[in-house]
């Protein structure tokens, strides 16, 4: 199974992002249900792996904290792969991802090692996308904002590949976080 860590925004938030989800042709927009944050990708695990990984990452030990969002972006330059709006630079997030990352490593499992850039996936491309509609979705929403609001647990999410569609996120175990 595919397995990540994930924060998953309260309702109001998620809310708030659906409303920005429109105006771009060739954009399959995520599920209210499924916006999230991604603090650590670990990619396919076999059972074994991913309980040695759930021990791990139950041993995190980090205070809740706040987070906001803002502003929007893609990522994949000559062909736009994704929309998503941005995580505004937050020690206490960076903290959490190195935690994930360290109960990887304690796992023994290798992580992608591609820079941590916080954010909420809006919309995943398929087919031709025209990047002005891109582009104007990125300045219609760049004022955008939201927040803060409390992180207060983290959580342990499989990805299954359906075979038309989205994939479906199951949450395999939550973590508080205290303090």
């Not at 990619?43 to 502003?71: K, M, T, V, W």
């Not at 509609?133 to 299954?160: M, T």
Request: aromatic share 10%; net charge positive.
């Amino acid at each position: 199974m595919r397995l990540f860590t994930a924060i998953y925004p309260p309702e109001h938030i998620v809310r708030k992002l659906t409303r920005l989800q429109k105006g771009v042709s060739g954009a399959r927009w995520s599920e209210p249900e499924k916006l999230h944050i991604t603090t650590g990708f670990y990619g396919d695990l076999d059972a074994e792996y991913a309980e040695i990984l759930d021990h791990h990452l139950g041993q995190i030990r980090l205070p809740g904290f706040d987070l906001s969002l803002s502003g929007a972006g893609h990522f994949g330059k000559s062909e736009p792969h994704s929309i998503w709006v941005g995580v505004d630079e937050n020690d206490s997030l960076s903290r959490l991802h190195m935690a994930c990352r360290r109960a990887a490593r304690q796992s023994c499992i290798d992580m992608e090692s591609r820079e941590f850039r916080p954010h909420v996936t809006l919309a995943y491309m398929r087919g031709e996308v025209r990047i002005d509609r891109i582009v104007a979705f990125e300045k219609r929403v760049n004022a955008f904002k939201a927040g803060p609001f409390l992180v207060d647990q983290f959580h342990l999410v499989s990805s299954w590949q359906k075979k038309t569609g989205g994939n479906l996120y199951k949450i395999e175990a939550s973590y508080p976080l205290y303090g």
